[in-house]
């Protein structure tokens, strides 16, 4: 029982000192599913909302992510060819936590 305690406090605290702060993606999950449709999202939504643009999601490059009660913010660097052309690209999608509807914040 005490362990049983022990364990639940240790993670809580783990859980509330990340809450809040930004977290580097690791070269291990930068290709994560969740972070490549996210990034997919993010092209995609532009690509509806600018004229003439046909870009074309190759990669991630860099990100982080922050957790807050509303929702989770990917701040995250991609690679996108425009036609002929490979550009880096900095967006920002906010993910709603409760019915994880995303927003494209910016695309830089």
Known sequence: ???VAFTFCHI???DQKLHGDWQSI????????KLVDIAKFAV???NMQSENIGLEFQSLSDGRIKVDNNG???DLTIVAME????NVYE???FENSKDHVRKLISFD
């Open 1 to 3: 029982m005490v362990l």
């Open 12 to 14: 809580f605290a783990d």
């Open 91 to 93: 967006i920002v999608v």
């Open 44 to 46: 995609n939504t532009e």
């Open 26 to 33: 690791s070269i291990n999950d930068i290709n994560n599913p």
């Open 83 to 86: 036609f002929d052309e490979v």
């Open 72 to 74: 989770t913010t990917y």
